[in-house]
């Protein structure tokens, strides 16, 4: 019997299909993302890690295909145009909804109420997705429900992110209808409200729009930091009153929730207290 060791290939672990060429383009495409111009070659090879012949062919390739270019006058390189309208396409098929449901239908699993997305349009927001729990407490709203801005969760989230001028342009002259005593009914009441709702980062709500519902939102983020939706989850007033055992759950919860969401549609603008 032969005395060299044999080695047996572990069949448990998945090929590599990965190509080492395209691997440094993305490492070369990462260092200029992150500022970095590769004026110095050498200098930058060493930083990336690659050999300088290597780096100059794929400068000149990622350029020739518009992904970065040149800087006039100053010299180096910055993201071009055709890594821009690629970015573009791919954000524009991650379409809220598609995006948003999947996560939906995580919140749901993991704390057994009742989740939606909605928009705001005016004073009014609009349902575009909803996931249920099997239970006789799910929510019945529908996908294109309108429901009052002021008076809901989702809607008080996304009002929360208005300039003071424009939530007072969009309420100007107008009556704040009362759902339960505890909506606010003036402009000054309904700020306060948002004021509070933007410190805490979620509104909250304890029976606030529907007798024995309780509900809470956290908005959603596109790549350009804009709050373009939110999402919120329902269910009995009780398991949202405040103190109650779930209430720490709910928030971190739907926090993530809410954070995944968003960085599934290109935001990366977190601050640290959001983390």
Not at 91 to 102: F, N
Not at 143 to 155: D, F, K, V, W, Y
Not at 183 to 204: F, I
Request: proline letters at 4%.
């Amino acid at each position: 019997m032969s005395n060299t060791e044999t080695t047996i290939p572990n069949e448990t672990s998945p090929p590599d299909y990965t190509v080492p060429p395209v691997v440094r383009a993305l490492a070369v495409l990462r260092h200029i993302a992150a500022g970095n111009r590769c004026r110095n070659s050498s200098r930058t090879a060493k930083a990336i890690g690659i050999n300088r012949t290597t780096l100059i062919r794929l400068l000149a390739t990622l350029q020739a295909e518009g992904i970065i270019e040149e800087i006039p006058d100053e010299g180096g390189y910055r993201l071009g145009t055709g890594l821009i309208a690629l970015a573009a396409a791919a954000l524009s098929e991650r379409g809220i909804i598609q995006v948003a449901r999947p996560y939906l239908k995580r919140l749901v699993d993991e704390l057994g109420l009742s989740a939606h997305l909605g928009v705001r349009e005016g004073q009014e927001i609009v349902y575009l997705a909803r996931e249920t729990p099997v239970s006789h407490l799910a929510s019945t709203v529908r996908e294109g429900t309108r429901l009052p801005a002021h008076a809901t969760t989702i809607g008080r989230i996304l009002l929360a992110e208005l300039p003071p001028g424009a939530l007072r342009d969009l309420y100007r002259g107008q009556a704040l209808e009362a759902y339960t005593d505890k909506t606010r009914t003036t402009l000054k009441e309904l700020e306060a409200q948002l004021a509070g709702d933007r410190a805490r980062g979620l509104s909250w709500s304890v029976a606030n729009f529907e007798p024995e519902i309780g509900s809470a939102a956290a908005a959603v983020y596109d790549h350009q930091g804009h709050a373009i939706a939110a999402i919120n989850v329902t269910g009995h007033a009780s398991i949202f009153a405040e103190g109650g055992e779930q209430v720490d759950r709910i928030e971190a919860t739907l926090r993530q929730t809410a954070r995944d969401v968003s960085e599934a549609m290109g935001y990366r603008g977190w601050s640290a207290d959001q983390m």
